[in-house]
């Protein structure tokens, strides 16, 4: 038996071995779908919290409001709102996306689309996913502890996240948690990066990947490289913290000795930059294989979409530092920064270039994945340009910590990478579920997303321009920004559109798992080699490792006969 | 699918709308429209500018605004329009090609080198420029400029003027809370501090800010030139009553700030208490 044959183990007989304790990577994945669906869930309603308050101060959130905050009428208080926003971030990041993107998609689409059984370390995977199901349970803790959970941004920064800023333990609870799903994050990178470079089905080169495994690749060697430094500083502080150590204490409160809270600012930033791309380098993949498919021409320019994921990737270890530009760095470390920063737009705009040479000259199909994918170009392009003003030292002077900061990265971080997860749960659906979801309510959901979107992020760059800084609780507390009212109100109603509509999304959801019309093998007749198995896919994959003979995009060949458009990437490329 | 074309095109003439506006506010923000109108696309306006430099970040704010425009619009003609133009029942005929071929190549080429000479280029070396000739060319000792020491803490800016003998932390120090009085056209040097967490000082119609860090002493210089009272802002998270840690900024003709200030020093030498240990919350200035 070759390497890369891996034993197809025998199907799990009980509920424990199936669901819950299960090494299947079609199950962990599942797993992982489910609880980032629920966290995603908890940070909406979080977020639609925090947009109630800064649109109308003072004024009880509806239904909601009364259950929450009894003592207050409704009004969530500041200590709340600050406790709000920061579980907000974490919970999107770490809790939502993270699962999302890279937990459900990696498990799933790795072994399917290299062609293997499972993962290299099935056990590790396992572990994966408890070690990030601890550390949501260890966050969640926190909002039962005395003082509430973390309520110092989710950057965390001490010294205000030290025991004097912070005293209540929900704030150790919150680097515990971090740290413990860097555990997790470190396990699932370590077997992705393995399998990849393992496990592909004989035949399979690099440039034979389709290029969503090009970016869950780059994700996961960002994720093995920096996530350990983010463990680190959260280390650092929970010794600060507990241990009374003074890594990071300064200022009146270090009676003996003193640390330096900018040091953990690096710590933070230097994994904290590549994260931004850990997070989106997934969607990029996704978004580049199904600009293809459903254009049904091959990937414009595939190698060079993947050597830009990795230039891309290397090139944000080096920019971390124009998050800093108000710490004051030495000149010559701000000039290198943003003069580092501004070659990443180089890789960009290769993709801009690709992704619309893919559908150029095209035979455009728009099916729901499609339109998300379409989505994800108009979302990421405003996300990637406004990220030239934060970039520029001088111009962030002005907008470091406004809301145009807060639409810039909500741009990049939650509507491409949300649009782009949505492709991939209505495209992979019938491989996960075996059934379809609704492409009609698929299409409503997408626009009204859109719009909501939009709406939201966008009207957040315009306030943050006229002057609006981020993570205060009442906004017109301040004279001169009471002329953001109405854009905030604007803001908000989009925010309760686009929080709205996400129903649409759960009903199509939920009904399809279990009422779905059943899908075929291969439905939207795309060639790679997850299209090749039934629908579901079976707990082994596949019967026989496939033998791959073709790149991932072969659609549209005009030498193709009797009517077909694509072909596997098990067959011989049809040349004449 | 029709419908779907019609949501396309209404989203196309949004986005014109969106950019026409945007372009408007830019012109109106040169001849200071009263900003209390509840117009949604006033709001594009920033706060008044009172600054000598601050036109610097305003136009380079604006030009990379125009140059992101157009290059975001190029990417949505090739989105949009292709989406329409290449409609699989109006196409159905996809081109076979990998992209690969030197005219595909020199394209792509051409748009990433077009985007990295036309904004990221420019707008660094302009930055740089601009840091290197006004934002870090610190105030020499000659042009006499102001300066003042700031402390934050939560949730309370302290402001300290040198007083009579020009030598900070002594006892004849003017020392204010959460009100700055500065004069205009007169360049100003603040040492910012923090005495717990992480603060930001923040002047929005100055379009700087600096933070304010525990244990390290951070500079910041501008010149003001527009007498009146202008919002100082904490930006940085800094705890519960963070959005509560605003001062105001008084800015007076020079003739007016001296006489504030010899007021002020007066008041100072009668009421500062030197037994206090509290008033030496200052520090020697640092010549850097
Ligand atoms: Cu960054
Ligand atoms: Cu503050």
New interface residues.
Partial sequence: MAFFEQHAHPVPKTFLGKYIFSFDHKVIAKQFLWSGLFFLGVGGIMALLIRWTLAYPGQSFPILGSILFPHTNGIVP??TY?MLFTQHGTIMIFYAITPLLIGAFGNLCIPLMIGCRDMAFPLLNMLSYWFFFISGALLLSALFTPLGAA???WTS?P??ALT??SPGVGQTLWYMAIFTIGISSILGAVNYITTIITLRAPGMGYFDMPLTIWGIWMTAILNAIFVPVLGAGCLLVIFDRVFGTSFFL?????TSG?????LYQHVFWIFGHPEVYILILPAWGIVSDLLSFF??????????TALSMVSISVLSILVYGHHMF???MS?LL??SF??LT??I??P???F???W???????????DTPM?YS?GV??VF??GG??G??L?????D??L???YFVVGHFHYTMAASVLLGGFAGIYYWMPKMFGTMMSEFWG?IHF?LT?LGINGVF?GML??G???M???????F????LR?????NE?VTISALLLGGSQFIFLFNFLWSVWNGKKAVANPWKVGTLEWTIPSPAPSYNFKDIPVVKCGPHE????NLKDGK?FQYQTEELVTS | MSGIFGIFKFIVSSMGVIATSLMLSVANAKDGTDYKSTNYWDITVPPEDISVNGHLIDWLFNYTTYMNLFFFILVCAGLFGFAFIYHHKKNKKPLYTYGNKPVHIWTVTIIGVAVFIGIDATISAISNNDLRNVFLNWPKEEEKPLKVQVMAQQWVWKFRYAGKDEVFNTQDDVVTVNDLRVPINRKLLFQVTSKDVIHSFFLPNARRKVDAMPGRISRIWMELNKAGKWPIACAEMCGTHHYMMGAKLTTYTPEDFESWLGQAQRVAMEVNDPEDLNLYWGWKWEVR
């Fill in positions: 500041p200590d600050a309520a110092g941004g920064y010294t205000l004097f800023g300064a200022g009146a409160a270090a003193s640390g330096d809270p900018i254009s049904r021409k091959p990937a414009f320019a595939a190698k060079a108000t710490t004051q000149p701000t000039q943003m003069t501004m070659t737009s180089i960009s705009a290769i801009f270039g690709n619309l040479g893919t559908i150029w000259k095209g035979s455009i199909r728009f339109l379409l170009v108009f392009g405003l340009l406004t030239l003003y970039g520029t030292t001088t111009t002077f002005y470091h910590d406004t299409k626009w859109m966008m315009f306030i321009y006229g002057g800084h981020r993570r205060i609780y009442n906004p507390y301040y004279e001169e002329r953001l009212i109405p854009m604007f659609l549209g060949n005009p458009d």
